[in-house]
């Protein structure tokens, strides 16, 4: 101990722990070449956030929106936070309504389906609808055309209602079993639930003011009866099992390739290359091998005889 006390009051007393310090500080910034940023947080289920940006405008339009394509990059600091996000055919974006609001007595809002049609920003199939002198977008159902009649309303009879496909209504409304979609997660919050194509959720039971419905993850929720939805299955069933086809179909879809980097026979938990067992030798019988006959010489025959 007394040596190290030693060497530690000379180089104190030389100078060189200050000149340690700046050369540690000199070659840890030569090491890191990057911006001090902080990394974004929200990566799990927000990852969509990180493919594009939909540039909104200040008014609801029924207009195809400009999108930003990110590439998997923060829009913040520029850092890549999703390796598999890039290219693709940049697409134009159709701003969804989300709330279906109508009145709360009465008779309900009647619109028209005017076109059902492709957003290559989502997998479902969207509808145009109008009522009045106003047009907006939805997310069209399993069996719905051109030239239907969908209602909406957010009253709440004491009978449920028998509704039909495309009826947005309350849950509080609908009858045990009804198939929904676009349910809100909060009265007035728009739909949260149930978006992906060929999905759909189930009222399962009802508790005073409480429904509880079941997700298309088997995981069951209950929410407010005064919570919006949406009756019926959502369009596009088949995507699930429609093969993307070929390498170039998933580059216009905006899927980057990671090939190469991995390799199943040399990667660090894939198959390791070993040596082959020697070889076995197997040869014919030859009468040689027959096996060796083993005779006993000592005959206890007497000895039984008279035990007897």
Not at 154 to 180: C, M, S
Not at 183 to 202: D, P, Q, R
Request: hydrophobic share 35%.
């Amino acid at each position: 101990m007394s040596f190290l006390h030693t060497v530690l009051k000379r180089i104190q007393s030389s100078g060189e722990l200050r000149r340690l310090q700046l050369f540690e500080i000199h070659s840890s910034a030569f090491r890191n070449k990057c911006k001090d940023v902080d990394l974004p947080s929200n990566v799990g289920a927000l990852a969509g956030k990180y493919r594009r940006i939909v540039l909104y405008p200040e008014e609801y339009t029924v207009k195809p929106l400009n999108v930003r394509n990110l590439g998997g990059r923060d829009p913040v600091s520029g850092r890549l936070v999703i390796k598999g996000i890039g290219g693709g055919i940049k697409r134009k974006y159709h701003w969804i309504e989300w709330k279906r609001e109508g009145p709360k007595e009465g008779p309900p809002l009647v619109e028209k389906v005017i076109q059902i049609m492709v957003d290559w920003c989502r997998t479902s199939r969207i509808a145009l609808v109008a009522s009045g002198d106003r047009m907006k977008y939805i997310l069209a159902t399993e069996n719905m055309k051109a030239g239907d009649l969908i209602r909406t309303s957010q009253h709440i009879p004491r009978i449920p209602v028998a509704a039909k496909e495309g009826d947005a209504y309350p849950l509080g409304a609908l009858p045990v079993g009804t198939i929904i979609h676009n349910v809100e997660k909060y009265a007035g919050c728009g739909g949260w639930y149930v978006h992906a194509a060929g999905s759909c959720a189930t009222i399962v039971r009802k508790m005073s003011d409480r429904v509880v419905i079941r997700l298309p993850s088997k995981e069951e929720v209950s929410l407010s009866q005064e919570c919006m939805a949406t009756v019926g299955r959502l369009s596009n069933s088949e995507h699930i099992n429609t093969p993307i086809g070929s390498a170039q179909r998933n580059r216009e879809l905006g899927n980057r390739p990671r090939s190469g980097l991995w390799q199943r026979k040399d990667g660090r938990h894939g198959r390791k290359i070993r040596p082959l067992p020697p070889v076995q030798t197997h040869d014919k019988k030859t009468e040689d091998d027959k096996p060796e006959v083993i005779q006993l010489s000592l005959k206890l025959d007497d000895l039984y005889h008279s035990k007897l």
